[in-house]
Nanobody, 119 residues
Framework: LQLVESGGGLVQPGGSLRLSCAAS????????IGWFRQAPGKEREGVSC????????NYADSVKGRFTISRDNAKNTVYLQMNSLKPEDTAVYYC?????????????WGQGTQVAVSS
């Protein structure tokens, strides 16, 4: 399974971006997909995750109400819609796949996409 993130870029505070995590080599149907981010000088943190069965989701408190994770299994892609972006959202964003489907153990990682929020 290979994961490729896209959709990052520079956006002003209050703006929006939609990140994509496209998979190849295996269908994503059985995987939970998580989004993580790492800002300079900080540890990586979990942002959101969507499970494989039923598609239930969870979010970090810092992004609740602003970010939405979704999956399109037909396109083998998971999205992270980010609205009302803040400078503190600046980071490299990674997606990762959990073969248990439960958002607990991530065995596959993408290369990351940079998000910068600045005026």
């Amino acid at each position: 399974l290979q994961l490729v993130e896209s959709g990052g870029g520079l956006v002003q505070p209050g703006g929006s971006l939609r990140l994509s995590c496209a998979a190849s080599g295996h269908t994503l149907d059985d995987y939970a997909i998580g989004w993580f981010r790492q800002a300079p000088g900080k540890e990586r943190e979990g942002v959101s995750c969507i499970r494989s069965r039923g598609g239930s989701t969870n979010y970090a408190d810092s992004v609740k109400g602003r970010f939405t994770i979704s999956r399109d299994n037909a396109k083998n892609t998971v999205y992270l819609q980010m609205n009302s972006l803040k400078p503190e959202d600046t980071a490299v964003y990674y997606c990762a796949a959990d073969p248990t489907g439960l958002c607990v153990i991530y065995d596959y990682w993408g290369q990351g996409t940079q998000v910068a929020v600045s005026s």
